[in-house]
Structures are given as structure tokens and as C-alpha cells.
């Protein structure tokens, strides 16, 4: 199975899974607050009747304990008894602020009767014919209770978010630190054979019977491509050598070359709208870049076809468009084509792209992307380069 598709399955089962638990979460502690705001009403009421109990009945020493026991056992919801013009007579549980006077007090709970008003309605309780109000609000442990799952979601979010950033950021690091660690090792490898190559190749040209021989420029030819490929691989691998070169002329050179390699089916085409405008570049791994564009366009359009590039300078940036014939990308594989390991030929390795992305992105400054793509119309790959002025 695709990894791509895999990875973004697995993706889509996570956000679902903490889409549940969030809404999980949620309905539950709205329920167990209901149920409290249930149980602190039980309450107020019970403590209304208890304070009618203790102000109206004839003193009786068991009614008097148990309606102090009930009265007392409130030791979480702020209540006030105020009469029936909302002057405040008492009140319980009431956090004052600490640096309040006395004389303050007052204005204090009246303002605090505004609130406990919004939130519940206030029981009414008669003494001896006079009407009184029992205002109270939720305790605290209820506006702890409501305002928590959001509290507890967003850490959970916080801490994902980083999560996700720092993972990210290492699996970057450590694909970067491979693909350089491999190019590094491998322009290693192929430099000593390469040097007594060249060796031989001098010796072929200089000594007969060999230096008539068509054969040996022919082994010239192959020593010098290789040449080229162990230079694209040390550039990957060290911080690249940039310098400032006319656009247009890389480009040309490299279809040139690549032109001579290519069946006579594949024609190409080169338009320079820039006026030979410059760019801070690295010739090796640009033709590199080319190379693997033109490549796939040509494995697109199976070897007939064109190839027609137009360069053109938009504000400060230089854009490389790259069109071919081929069959075109389908708009669902689009954003997958970058990725290593994305492929759809049977030999091929999905490193093209990735490799010209990162030349792209990260050794230059700019970006890569596909610019246009229609099925059986061709694609277009468009170059981004900073522009030099
Ligand atoms: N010009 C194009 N037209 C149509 N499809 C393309 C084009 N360029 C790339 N693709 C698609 O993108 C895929 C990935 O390209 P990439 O160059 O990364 O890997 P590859 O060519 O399959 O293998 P290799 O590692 O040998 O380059 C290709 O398999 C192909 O499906
Ligand atoms: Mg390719």
C-alpha cells in the first residue's frame, strides 16, 4: 500500500479520535455540572427552609440543632439574605476582597446580589410576615468544574502543537543530515577511482595505438560525465558554492547537452523574456535540477514530444517554466509529487523531485512548484529564483 495514502489515514484517525475524546469530554463534565447546579439548588432550598425554621418556630432543641447542623453543613455556595428592597441583611461563604473595609462591605454584596440575580432565581422566605430573598451564586467548585475542560483542552492542544513542531523539526533534521551524509560518502567513494580514471584516459589519448582509436574519446566522454555526477554529489554534500550567473545561459547549456542525449522525437524550445537577467546559483546542482525535470517530462510524453521553456523575471524573482507534452499530473497526486519515495514507474525511485526540491529550496532561496497540469495537456514546473539586481 501507498505510504502517502497510509500516513494520511492514520492521520485522519488521530483527528477523529481527538475530535471524540474533545466532544467526550466536554458533554460529560456539562453533565456533571448539571447535576451539581441540581444538588446546590437542593441545597439553597434546603438552608431557606432551615433559616424559616430557626427564625419562625417556637425554640425547640432538636429544631434548633438541625437547623443549625443544615445551615452549617453550606460551606461551598455563597449565599445572601437581603429583604425585599435587596438591602443585604447577611450572607455566607462570601470571599471579601482581603484589603476591603467594613463600611464597603455592603456595596459589595449588593453588587454581588446583581450577579447571583443573572445566574439563579432567588428563594423567597417569610419571617413572621416580612418577605426576605436567599440570592446565591454557583460555588466554586462549579466554575471550576465549567471552565475546566477548556483549560484542560487547550494545554492538551498546546502541548500537541509542540509536540508535533519538535517531532517534525527532527524528522527534517535527520532526513537532512542523510541525504548529505549519503551524497558526501558517495562523491568519497567514486573520487579514487575517478582520478586513476582520468589517469588512464590521459595515457589512452596520449599513447598509440589507442589515441587514433574513436573508442577513446568515447571513454572521455563517460569519464567526464562522471566527473560531472561525483561534482553534484559533493556539492550536495558540502554547503554548496553559489555564484552569480546570466539565467538564460545555464538553462541553455544544459538543454544543449541534454538535447545531444535525447531521441530526436523529444524537441525543444527556449524563449528568454529576461534579457539575460542574473541569479546567485550553483551550475552543477542546477543542471542536476534540469536534468531530473526534463527527465520526467520525457518518461510523461514516452519519448515524444517538447519540452518548451520560457524565462521570464517577475519583481525581484526569475521564473524557469518548464511545459511538456506529456500526460499530465491528476490533480489528487499533485501535492504528493515531492515527496521521497512517491512514484508511479515501475523503476523509478521517487528522488527526482525531492532531490530538485531541496536543491531548489534550500541551496538557492527558492521555490518549485507545479504550475499547471491537465490530463493528456502536459504539465508545467515553475522555477522561482531570487532575482539579482
Ligand atoms: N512532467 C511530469 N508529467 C507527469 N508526471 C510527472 C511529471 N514529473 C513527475 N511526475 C510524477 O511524479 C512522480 C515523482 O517524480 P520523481 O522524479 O520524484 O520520481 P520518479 O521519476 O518516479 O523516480 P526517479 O527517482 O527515478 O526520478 C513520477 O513518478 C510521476 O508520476
Ligand atoms: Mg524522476
Redesign the pocket.
Known amino acids: 500500500m501507498d505510504i502517502y495514502k497510509l500516513n494520511f489515514r492514520i492521520k485522519l484517525s488521530i483527528v477523529l479520535l481527538g475530535i471524540l475524546v474533545v466532544v467526550g469530554s466536554l458533554i460529560y463534565t456539562d453533565y456533571l455540572a448539571k447535576r451539581l447546579v441540581e444538588r446546590e439548588r437542593k441545597l439553597i432550598d434546603l438552608y431557606a427552609k432551615a433559616l424559616e425554621t430557626a427564625a419562625t418556630q417556637e425554640p425547640n432543641a432538636n429544631m434548633a440543632f438541625l437547623s443549625e447542623k443544615i445551615i452549617n453543613a453550606n460551606t461551598s455556595v455563597p449565599v445572601i439574605l437581603a429583604d425585599e428592597k435587596g438591602e443585604p441583611l447577611s450572607s455566607k461563604n462570601i470571599d471579601f476582597p482581603a484589603s476591603m473595609k467594613v463600611k464597603d462591605q455592603t456595596a459589595f454584596l449588593e453588587s454581588e446580589i446583581e450577579t447571583m440575580k443573572e445566574q439563579h432565581e432567588p428563594i423567597l422566605i417569610e419571617f413572621y410576615g416580612m418577605k426576605n430573598f436567599i440570592y446565591y451564586k454557583d460555588s466554586q467548585i462549579l466554575t471550576m468544574l465549567r471552565y475546566y475542560p477548556y483549560i484542560q483542552l487547550s494545554a492538551i492542544l498546546f502541548l500537541s502543537l509542540a509536540g508535533y513542531v519538535a517531532f517534525n523539526y527532527s524528522r527534517k533534521a535527520e532526513q537532512s543530515r542523510v541525504w548529505v551524509g549519503l551524497a558526501k560518502e558517495t562523491a568519497h567513494q567514486l573520487g579514487t577511482p575517478l582520478s586513476s580514471l582520468f589517469a588512464i584516459r590521459d595515457y589512452f589519448r596520449e599513447e598509440a595505438p589507442f589515441k587514433d582509436d574513436p573508442m577513446t574519446e568515447e571513454l572521455a566522454k563517460d569519464i567526464d560525465r562522471l566527473n560531472v555526477i561525483t561534482a553534484r554529489f559533493s556539492q550536495i554534500g558540502l554547503e554548496g558554492k553559489l555564484s552569480s550567473e546570466i539565467v538564460a545561459n545555464v538553462i541553455e547549456e544544459n538543454i544543449d547537452y541534454l538535447k545531444s542525449r535525447t531521441s530526436s522525437y523529444v524537441t525543444y524550445s527556449m524563449k528568454d523574456n529576461t534579457d539575460g537577467a542574473s541569479a546567485v546559483m550553483n551550475i552543477s546542482l542546477m543542471g542536476w535540477v534540469i536534468e531530473?525535470i526534463c527527465k520526467?517530462?520525457i518518461?510523461?510524453m514516452d519519448g515524444r514530444g517538447s519540452i518548451a521553456i520560457d524565462i521570464s523575471a517577475v519583481k525581484n524573482k526569475i521564473c524557469i517554466d518548464i511545459k511538456?507534452s506529456?500526460?499530465?499530473?491528476p490533480k489528487n497526486k499533485i501535492k504528493s509529487?515531492f515527496k521521497p519515495g512517491?512514484?508511479?514507474?515501475k523503476r523509478?525511485?521517487?528522488?527526482?523531485?525531492?532531490l530538485v526540491k531541496r536543491i531548489i529550496e534550500e541551496y538557492h532561496g527558492g521555490e518549485i512548484y507545479v504550475l499547471q497540469s491537465g490530463i493528456e495537456k502536459g504539465?508545467t514546473f515553475r522555477i522561482e529564483l531570487k532575482k539579482e539586481v
Open positions: 531530473n520526467n517530462a518518461d510523461a511538456d506529456g500526460k499530465g499530473i509529487i512517491f512514484t508511479t514507474k523509478g525511485w521517487g528522488l527526482g523531485l525531492t504539465t
